[in-house]
């Protein structure tokens, strides 16, 4: 059967680093002197120095405007409606950019299948029909959207451009994960809150996927569900944006499903056979879990640590920069093994393997 293979990988990300900015907001915002110093050394522990936002900071003090553009007015923040406004704009220009980093001028008249993942942004005609226009695909481009699932849903797009190159051997799938966390801010400045907002940001990745054997060989795809655990991240759609609950359990409850459950996501192999891990950089706590919980190396997840470090978490397309990072370095070859999580709670693994 034909094998499919992770040919090449752009990514982008806004102009406006905000990371720094959000953190000096935060002490200000926090009420109570005992959560703003927890915050402070949470924001030290995160390992995150950089995060990118479609949105500028706004000026000093930022009691009132938080953002350059007036978009997000304190005791006004915006509706679900002008969010999903931003939205299309917004996820088309930063598309474009990934895109034009993958390169498809050669490829564009043979695409044949074009994914789009996204859990930040609705709109239809929706985002796949605006960048089959803007790239210049063709009208009969087949396109699918994969929407709303979450940080792992960039395993859900690769395991469907797979089935689609096994089944057509001439198949050409641009995949296009794009995030604008960004858009959705809650005016909700308790603790808790704080902290999920310190690790998100925006980011776009594209790959391209077809049966020529070059980049990473794509093979067994596999997915679980951590019990009683349903509960811990969600995502609800709210009249004032799109509203996430993300547990402070979610890291111990994933450390110990993995060293029960663990082997079974190996396969055949053990974890010293796997060269290359491309975890998904939900936070430094996430990827704690995972060393500790598989009995990692110390520099196994360094591909991870290093995105989460220069980006933040950018819910599915941060696996995608992960992967990029192993494309682009000369000395990552051998057995890998990648995995997301996601509401569920879900884990989603896919083994590839780099000559």
């Keep these: ?130 960048i089959m226009q803007d790239a210049g695909l063709a009208p009969s481009v087949e396109r699918t959207i994969v929407g709303f699932m979450g940080c792992f849903a960039a395993v859900n797009a690769l395991r469907l451009a797979r089935h689609i190159v096994r089944s057509e051997a001439d198949a050409k799938v641009l995949l296009v994960n794009l995030e ?39 093979d067994r795809f596999h997915a679980a569900v951590i019990p009683r655990s349903a509960e811990l991240i969600t995502w609800h759609i709210g009249d004032q944006g799109f509203e996430m609950h993300l547990s402070g359990q979610v890291p111990g409850r994933i450390r110990r499903w993995l060293r029960e459950h663990g082997a079974g996501l190996l396969g055949q192999r053990t974890v010293h056979d796997i060269a290359l891990w491309a975890v998904h950089a939900g936070g430094r706590s996430i990827l704690d879990a995972v060393q500790h919980g598989l009995a990692l190396p110390p ?41 997301a999580f996601g509401p569920g709670l879900s884990v989603e693994t896919f083994a590839f393997h780099r000559p």
Excluded at 44 to 61: C, N
Excluded at 324 to 336: C, K, M, V, Y
Aim: glycine letters at 6%; one cysteine or more.
């Design 1 to 130: 059967m034909t094998r499919a293979w992770l040919n090449r990988i752009g990514t982008a990300v806004p102009q406006h680093d905000i990371h720094a900015e959000f953190v000096d907001f935060a002490r200000t915002a926090l009420a109570d002197a005992r959560g703003r110093a927890l915050f402070d050394r949470m924001a030290e522990l995160a390992d995150i120095e950089h995060r990118f936002s479609l949105f500028a900071p706004g000026p000093k003090p930022r009691d009132r405007v938080l953002d350059s553009d007036g978009f997000y007015l304190r005791r006004a923040f915006p509706s679900t409606g002008a969010r999903m406004a931003r939205y299309r704009e917004a996820a088309l220009a930063l598309s474009r950019q990934a895109i034009a980093a993958l390169d498809i001028a050669a490829e564009r008249s043979a695409i044949t299948h074009l994914i789009v993942a996204s859990c930040t942004g609705f709109t239809a005609p929706g985002l796949d029909f605006d």
């Design 180 to 218: 604008l966390s960004s858009l959705h801010l809650q005016e909700q400045w308790e603790l808790e809150k704080m902290l999920s907002f310190l690790l998100f940001g925006d980011g776009c990745g594209a790959c391209l996927v077809s049966a020529e054997p070059v980049g990473l060989a794509l």
């Design 299 to 339: 520099d196994a997840l360094r591909f991870s640590r290093d995105v989460l470090r220069e980006y933040g978490n950018m819910s599915s397309a941060t696996l995608v920069f992960v992967l990029e990072r192993i494309l682009r370095s000369s000395h990552a070859t051998g057995d890998g093994l990648a995995m």
